[in-house]
């Protein structure tokens, strides 16, 4: 197949930023998000490091997709539910896709009933399960 505009061949770029296929193939992500929360997600996954994190503030991204305080609330709060970021103040992480995002929604740390501390205790052995 011939491409039409040759000159204009889509390459990966040299910083890093990607879209999962999944996002699409599994409509159940799309259905669940209205185009705020697509926007931002979008915004999210451009500007995410290789782990998925950025720090942008709630005024640059009300700024940069032109949406109230209240849409944006509404669309991080539609991504958090349909499991595709986890938003922990000033801190987002956009997550790798699964097969059932219904399901499989992230549970912030803040809500986990174990600490940091206690994992590694009982990782080195010095405390119980």
Same mark, same amino acid.
């Given at each position: 197949?011939?491409?039409?505009? @040759?000159?204009?061949?889509?390459?990966?770029? +040299?910083?890093? =930023?990607?879209?999962?296929? !999944?996002?699409?193939?599994?409509?159940?992500?799309?259905?669940?998000?209205?185009?705020? +929360?697509?926007?931002?997600?979008? $915004?999210? $996954?451009?500007?995410?490091? +290789?782990?998925?994190?950025?720090?942008?503030?709630? !005024?640059?991204?009300?700024?940069?997709?032109?949406?109230?305080? #209240?849409?944006?609330? #509404? %669309?991080?709060?539609?991504?958090? !539910? #349909?499991?595709?970021?986890?938003?922990?103040?000033?801190?987002? !992480? $956009?997550?790798?896709?699964? &097969? +059932?995002? #219904?399901?499989?929604?992230?549970?912030?740390? %803040?809500?986990? =009933?174990?600490?940091? &501390?206690?994992?590694?205790?009982?990782?080195?052995?010095?405390?119980? @399960?």
């Amino acid at each position: 197949m011939a491409l039409t505009c @040759p000159e204009r061949v889509r390459r990966v770029p +040299a910083h890093f =930023s990607w879209i999962d296929h !999944q996002l699409v193939r599994e409509s159940s992500y799309l259905k669940q998000c209205d185009l705020g +929360a697509l926007a931002l997600y979008l $915004v999210l $996954v451009t500007v995410g490091d +290789a782990e998925g994190l950025s720090y942008y503030s709630d !005024q640059t991204l009300e700024r940069m997709l032109r949406l109230e305080r #209240a849409q944006l609330l #509404a %669309a991080r709060r539609q991504l958090c !539910q #349909a499991g595709l970021i986890v938003y922990e103040q000033p801190l987002y !992480q $956009v997550l790798c896709l699964q &097969k +059932a995002p #219904a399901q499989t929604a992230a549970v912030p740390r %803040a809500e986990q =009933s174990r600490s940091t &501390k206690e994992i590694l205790q009982h990782i080195l052995g010095g405390g119980q @399960p």
